[in-house]
Structures are given as structure tokens and as C-alpha cells.
């Protein structure tokens, strides 16, 4: 088992810059991938960003290529979101997840841990 606790989230105005942490712990090795999806009210849940932990292969929403950034510490088992120039539509609950599989996936079907969620709210 894997356990995620994300962190970081809060209340910002549009043009603004948050940063999301996804800590890991429990059986950490079985992890190959981590992913930042994100679901807003009334919506569905949406892949944003992943990386791989080897190599730090990333992959990204289109709608937030340029203006956020996903990074890993190996060492301390943490993934991160950096997200600037932020708009009132990137607000929604965001949520870290952890993948076995080495080929980074944007389907939440394909993660197989997921943590708790923290609120992220954007004001115009």
C-alpha cells in the first residue's frame, strides 16, 4: 500500500502561483508514476500532470502547459505542483495519485493509489 497526503491548496486571485505537495509513504518502491488530477464542482475528474520517478519524465494538460510545473524529491518522496498565472477555471479540488505502471497515463483507471485532496480556489 501506498499512502499520499497532498497539501498546499488554498484561496488565491487569478494571476496568482500556488504550490501543491504530494507526500509519499508506505510502499513507496512499488511506484513508478505519480499524477495531479483534478475535479471541479459539477465536473469530472481530469488528468493534469505526471511524472515519472526514474527519470523525470513529465506530461501535461494542455490547458496548463506554460503555467504549471510537476517535479519529484526522490529522496524525500514528494511530488510537486507549481502552479502560476492561475485562473478562476484551475479551481477545484486537486488530488495526487500514484501509479505502478512506468508508461505515464493521463487515465485515472491506470493509477492505483490516490490521496485525500486539497481545495484549490481561484477568484477573479
Known amino acids: 500500500q501506498v499512502q499520499l497526503v497532498e497539501s498546499g491548496g488554498g484561496l488565491v486571485q487569478a494571476g496568482g502561483s500556488l504550490r501543491l505537495s504530494c507526500a509519499a509513504s508506505?510502499?513507496?518502491?512499488?511506484?513508478?508514476?505519480m499524477g495531479w488530477f483534478r475535479q471541479a464542482p459539477g465536473k469530472e475528474r481530469e488528468f493534469v500532470a505526471a511524472?515519472?520517478?526514474?527519470?523525470?519524465?513529465?506530461d501535461y494538460v494542455d490547458s496548463v502547459k506554460g503555467r504549471f510545473t510537476i517535479s519529484r524529491d526522490n529522496v524525500r518522496n514528494t511530488v510537486y505542483l507549481q502552479m502560476n498565472s492561475l485562473k478562476p477555471e484551475d479551481t477545484a479540488v486537486y488530488y495526487c495519485?500514484?501509479?505502478?505502471?512506468?508508461?505515464?497515463?493521463?487515465?485515472?483507471?491506470?493509477?492505483?493509489?490516490w490521496g485525500q485532496g486539497t481545495q484549490v480556489t481561484v477568484s477573479s
Open positions: 511524472i515519472r520517478w526514474s527519470d523525470g519524465t513529465t
Open positions: 508506505g510502499r513507496t518502491s512499488s511506484s513508478r508514476a
Open positions: 495519485a500514484a501509479s505502478q505502471r512506468v508508461t505515464l497515463l493521463r487515465g485515472q483507471q491506470r493509477y492505483d493509489y
